[in-house]
């Protein structure tokens, strides 16, 4: 009979050990706040580019039903010689390759040219065009207002900036409505 008790302790050791190993269970879990970025990124220390800043939750509603990845790949400092005069009086086209994967998504994810910005090493801003013309790239980013992106789903293509001549951007925002801002360099 003691030797059984020696057993079943080291038996409720052993499990008991195990236990610290499993997932705690739901009831255990504290929600953590919202976050607006995984990956760090500000107008001070932009992410360069080809990173993927990962944007979770709704900061104003504290919903967690988003889980999206955004990526700057390039940025083309005249991307559209042969398009329309910007504008700018004397400008040109400047235009970032974008690509946003909605990874979870409680309601349609909307995605738009309005959510982009671009910036010079003055700190001047430049919000993307608002108009689309013959000239430019044939992979767009969607344009927006009502484009909505799918869960599981990627869209790519390129957004354009209306630049000063002689202006080269130095960084691109996104700053969507609901989460962000995140920044990429773009030099």
């Known amino acids: 009979m003691k030797r059984t008790r020696v057993t079943l302790g080291a038996l409720c050791l052993i499990l ?13 879990i504290t929600p953590a706040a919202p976050t607006t970025t995984s990956a760090t990124s500000s107008p ?4 360069p580019l080809g990173a993927t800043l990962t944007f979770t939750g709704d900061p104003f509603t504290g919903d967690r ?14 991307i559209a010689p042969d398009a329309p005069f910007v504008p700018v009086s004397g400008g040109h086209w400047v235009g970032a390759d974008i690509q946003t994967c909605v990874k979870k998504a409680d309601k349609a994810f909307i995605v738009a040219w309005s959510d982009w910005s671009a ?7 430049n919000k993307a065009s608002g108009q689309m013309y013959s000239g430019f790239p044939l992979n767009l980013y969607p344009f927006g207002p009502k484009d909505t992106v799918a869960v599981g789903a990627c869209v790519r293509g390129w957004v354009l900036f209306p630049v000063a001549f002689g202006t080269q951007v ?3 925002r996104y700053t969507p409505n609901f989460y ?5 360099s773009a030099v």
């Open 16 to 28: 008991a050990g195990c236990s610290n190993n499993r997932e705690p269970s739901a009831e255990t």
């Open 44 to 47: 001070s220390t932009p992410a």
């Open 65 to 78: 039903g988003l889980d999206v990845d955004v990526t700057v790949f390039d940025v083309n400092q005249n």
């Open 119 to 125: 910036f010079d090493a003055q700190s001047n801003e």
């Open 170 to 172: 130095t960084m691109v």
């Open 180 to 184: 962000g801002p995140g920044y990429w």
